[in-house]
């Protein structure tokens, strides 16, 4: 009894580290609160937990669900491998002060709706999934660069002096410091900028219908009021990416086991 208090009372301290163990408990007695008090409104606009539990196992037994899925999970992955590849060259070469400049105007690209740029785009690409997938880059690429140049500008100036010591050139000091001694970090901002991507697909989706994708399903339901199978759809789509969330966490601390340190 007195641990299960001394447990309870903890929970309210400012920061007091908990174990795993309880913070899973914690967390799922929260959710389950929740769940109990959404089922206990009356019914009305929103369906109860139950019933989206039964639309979410008719989508969860659907093929359609899970050809769609596939759609919008290979878009995203190739938008995140080719925003990964031009943020790293951009990033990279912001040391150098000749591409300061641009590397500083991608990070205020942050600012620009995609709403008002669809037009551009549409002009310079030759179909809807280029212009899906040029659409989901100039999302991430913004925030992945602000995210990279913040990396390189809080490196501890030592490691670049260890460099020199070393008898080490400028260039070579910047694929000792940065491109190596930097790697991780760089896992982890993806891991960060896949879940800006996964948002972002279902809006992108909508403007081209012909490919499929979670999001065309989303619009079809929204377009009926279904909103047993929107909800449930959504869980669908929260759900995932919890998980590849957790995997690429997984990933890179197998990749780099001294990020744990």
């Known amino acids: 009894m007195g641990l299960l208090l001394f447990i309870q009372l903890s929970m309210f301290k400012p920061f007091e580290n908990i174990s795993r163990t309880n913070f899973l ?4 007695s929260q959710v389950a609160f929740a769940l109990m008090l959404w089922q206990a409104v009356p019914a009305g606009l929103i369906p109860s937990p139950l019933t989206i539990a039964g639309g979410l196992g008719q989508l969860l037994g659907s093929p359609l669900l899970w050809d769609n899925v596939l759609v919008s999970l290979l878009l995203t992955l190739k938008a995140l491998l080719y925003s990964v ?3 790293l060259v951009f990033s990279y070469v912001s040391v150098v002060p000749f591409f ?3 590397a500083q105007f991608i990070v205020k690209c942050r600012y620009l709706t995609l709403t008002g740029l669809i037009f551009v785009f549409t002009l310079l690409t030759k179909d809807g999934g280029q212009l899906k997938l040029s659409l989901l880059v100039f999302g ?5 660069t602000t995210s990279m ?6 490196t501890n100036k030592q490691e670049f002096e260890l460099c020199q010591t070393l008898g080490y050139t400028r260039w070579q000091s910047l694929y000792e410091v940065i491109i190596v001694g930097k790697a991780d970090q760089v896992f982890e901002i993806v891991r960060q900028n896949f879940a800006i991507a996964w948002m972002m697909i279902t809006m992108v989706e909508g403007l081209n219908m012909s490919e499929g994708g979670i999001g065309v399903l989303l619009i079809k339901y929204n377009k009926y009021n279904d909103l047993v199978h929107v909800i449930a759809l959504q869980a669908v789509i929260f759900g995932m990416g919890l998980c590849f969330d957790y995997l690429l966490g997984l990933l890179r601390h ?3 086991p001294y990020s744990k340190l």
């Open 25 to 28: 408990i914690l967390a799922l």
């Open 85 to 87: 590849v031009i943020t």
């Open 100 to 102: 300061q400049p641009l």
């Open 140 to 144: 991430i690429v913004p925030f992945f």
């Open 149 to 154: 140049l913040s990396v390189i500008l809080h």
């Open 254 to 256: 197998w990749l780099f």
